[in-house]
């Protein structure tokens, strides 16, 4: 199964770096890792992805070392808008077809004042 | 851009009865999944489908079943509701079977079973 594990939950406070990890010790050679954002009442949406080293869009980094274990999404200088819960994953490819798809149970981040 | 509409944002019903949740997508993908969303639960997975009349089981598909006619089209059928049934439903598609393809979800079904 494809697993991943975050912290619960994160505060920070406006204008900071906030850096979540999520660790995904059976990633398979062919994953991606992928981030999503969710906003309450709303279904998640794509943030980032990733095979491994760094990247880098308009909304935040993700970091992936070597052994591509672990990856950390990077959020600069954030605002109370970036208030969300946010989940890493990586598919589960299914080789009788079909992507198993399984979050975890997120990261919860509260940015204040 | 992509949408996956969810037919009923939110729904009551009563202890028993047979509940219909439908979720369309517009982009003929041949990935269409159903999640549940609970209060420190995260997302967890029921069922998915990766082709018409294909379904797979996901992590808690007990009580749960789905049906998947046509390839824009994936339902979730709760036989019997029950009040720990009540949670919030989120259908989401993607595109292939490939590891980059974007997930797509819907608003999401508020179910209250009572």
């Known amino acids: 199964l494809a697993k991943t594990t975050q912290p619960i939950s994160m505060d920070s406070y406006e204008g900071q770096e906030v850096n979540i990890t999520c660790s995904h010790n059976n990633i398979a050679t062919n994953d991606y890792i992928t981030w999503y954002q969710q906003f309450p009442s709303q279904g998640p949406r794509f943030i980032i992805q990733?095979?491994?080293t760094k990247v880098t869009n308009e909304v935040a980094s993700l970091f992936i070392p070597a052994d591509r274990k672990s990856s950390t999404l990077s959020l600069p200088r954030v605002s109370l808008s970036d208030t969300a819960v946010y989940y890493c994953?990586?598919?589960?490819?299914?080789?009788?077809?079909?992507?198993?798809?399984?979050f975890g149970t997120g990261t919860q981040l509260k940015v204040e004042l | 851009d992509v949408k996956v509409t969810q037919s009923s944002r939110y729904l009551v019903k009563r202890t028993g009865e047979k509940v219909f949740l439908e979720c369309v997508q517009d982009?003929?993908?041949?990935?269409m999944f159903w999640y549940r969303q609970d209060p420190g639960l995260g997302l967890r997975l029921i069922y998915f489908?990766?082709?018409?009349?294909?379904?797979e089981k996901g992590d808690i598909p007990e009580g749960y079943s789905v049906s998947r006619e046509k390839k824009e089209r994936f339902s979730l059928i709760l036989e019997s509701a029950s009040t720990n049934q009540t949670s919030m439903y989120l259908c989401?598609?993607?595109?292939?079977?490939?590891?980059?393809?974007?997930?797509?979800f819907g608003e999401g079904s508020w179910l209250t079973v009572v």
């Open positions: 982009m003929d993908h041949e990935n």
């Open positions: 489908s990766y082709d018409v009349k294909m379904k």
């Open positions: 990733g095979y491994k």
């Open positions: 994953l990586h598919p589960l490819i299914l080789t009788g077809g079909g992507n198993k798809l399984t």
């Open positions: 989401a598609s993607k595109l292939g079977q490939g590891p980059i393809d974007t997930i797509y």
